[in-house]
C-alpha cells in the first residue's frame, strides 16, 4: 500500500508559502511521498475565523518582510517582494484549480510563485498569469476562461472548507497522515514525523488539544 501523499495548501499572497514551495517537492521526494498541492484563498481563511492576516497589522508586516528576506537568504533561493502586497491572487488561484493534471499543476504552481516571488514581476494582471500558463506549455486562454466557470469557483471554496475542517488556520499548511504542520519553519517537524520521530506523543497531542483554558482577554 502506497504511503499517503502529502497535501500542500497555499495562497500565493504568502512569501512564507513560496519559501515551503521551494522546500517541498524535495522534502516529499526524500520520504517516498506524492505532493498534492492545493489552492486557497487565505482572505477566506481569515474571513471565516475572523482574524487578521500578518500583512494587515502594520507592525508586523514591516516585520514579516524582513523576516522572509532573511529566511530566503537562509534557504539560498531567490526573492524579489511583488510590486505591491498584499496582492490580490484568487486568478491564480483559480487558474491553478482549472489543471486537473497532477504533474502540470505543480509545474504552474512553481511559475506562478516565481512570478509572485522570485522577480518575475508579480501575478495580478491576467496577462501575467498567462504568461505562467504558457511557459509550462499549457493553454493559457483556456485555462483563464475555465477560471471563470462555476466548478471552479466553487472548488477553491471548498478547498477552504477542507483546511478549516482540518483545524487549519492559514498558509503555508501540511497535511501528512492526519497531522497538520504550519509555516515553512515547520518542515523540519515534518520531516521527523514522517521518520517517525515526532517528540509528541498521541496522548501528549490529545491533552495538548483538551487543554483548558484559565483565563481570557474577553
Not at 178 to 190: K, Y
Request: proline letters at 8%; one cysteine or more.
Amino acid at each position: 500500500m502506497s504511503p499517503t501523499p502529502l497535501r500542500f495548501f497555499f495562497d500565493y499572497v504568502s512569501p512564507y508559502a513560496y519559501l515551503a514551495w521551494t522546500q517541498l517537492p524535495a522534502l516529499a521526494e526524500r520520504h517516498g511521498r506524492a505532493l498534492e498541492v492545493v489552492p486557497v484563498l487565505f482572505a477566506g481563511v481569515l474571513n471565516t475565523l475572523g482574524t487578521m492576516g500578518p500583512a494587515e497589522v502594520p507592525a508586523k508586516r514591516f516585520y514579516i518582510y524582513k523576516h522572509t528576506h532573511r529566511l530566503a537568504h537562509d534557504l539560498g533561493v531567490p526573492f524579489v517582494f511583488p510590486p505591491a502586497h498584499p496582492f490580490n491572487p484568487l486568478l491564480a488561484l483559480r487558474v491553478t484549480v482549472a489543471v486537473r493534471e497532477a504533474e502540470a499543476r505543480k509545474r504552474l504552481v512553481s511559475a506562478l510563485f516565481s512570478a509572485a516571488w522570485a522577480g518575475g514581476g508579480g501575478l495580478v494582471e491576467p496577462e501575467r498569469v498567462a504568461a505562467c500558463v504558457n511557459s509550462v506549455g499549457l493553454d493559457a486562454q483556456a485555462l483563464l476562461a475555465a477560471a471563470g466557470t462555476p466548478d471552479v469557483k466553487e472548488q477553491v471554496r471548498r478547498n477552504i472548507e477542507e483546511l478549516l475542517a482540518l483545524g487549519g488556520f492559514g498558509v503555508p499548511t501540511v497535511l501528512a497522515d492526519g497531522e497538520l504542520f504550519f509555516g515553512v519553519d515547520s518542515l523540519g517537524h515534518l520531516e521527523r514525523f514522517l521518520r517517525g520521530e515526532d517528540p509528541l506523543s498521541p496522548e501528549e497531542r490529545e491533552r495538548l488539544r483538551t487543554l483548558p483554558v484559565a483565563a481570557s482577554r474577553l
